[in-house]
């Protein structure tokens, strides 16, 4: 995503010009409930760089995993492991493609299903908390 379409916020915060070379949107529920997904450092880490390919709903995401390995600093194979894990744990999901021309295997794209549904039970219980504490500090407050 490029700058232009940053809210005033993030270019606040940001500014222009490291936006300019373009942000990512990650929501907040799959930070906060990294333990409860079962997902260590580098899983999340991959994550972010599977969702940095993903720029529209129905596009999905298919970078190499030997491009995913160099922007991680790991070996593809690492790579393919850890992908092999988030597909177990139902977090993504591996879409084979392959070329119309030649049918030849071309990179895999990856859906997020999975994370997305188990994000948004995380993000109800971490909306009830919130709502919950609002609730807290109205009745201090009267």
């Not at 990512?24 to 972010?48: C, K, N």
């Not at 591996?94 to 299903?113: C, K, L, Q, V």
């Amino acid at each position: 995503m490029g700058a232009t379409r940053a809210s005033k916020p993030i270019a606040e915060k940001w500014g222009d010009r490291i936006l300019s070379a373009g942000w990512v949107l990650l929501p907040l529920a799959l930070v906060d409930g990294q333990r409860e997904l079962d997902l260590d450092a580098i899983d999340l880490t991959l994550l972010l760089h599977l969702v940095r390919f993903w720029w529209e709903r129905d596009n999905l995401p298919h970078p190499s995993k030997e491009r995913l390995a160099k922007a991680m600093g790991l070996q593809p194979r690492s790579v393919q492991r850890r992908l092999a894990r988030l597909e177990k744990l139902r977090l993504i999901k591996r879409h084979m493609r392959r070329d119309p021309a030649t049918g030849r295997n071309m990179t895999s794209a990856y859906s997020f299903e999975g994370l997305i549904a188990r994000g948004e039970q995380i993000a109800d219980g971490l909306v009830a908390t919130r709502e919950a504490r609002r609730l807290e500090r109205e009745e201090v407050d009267e």
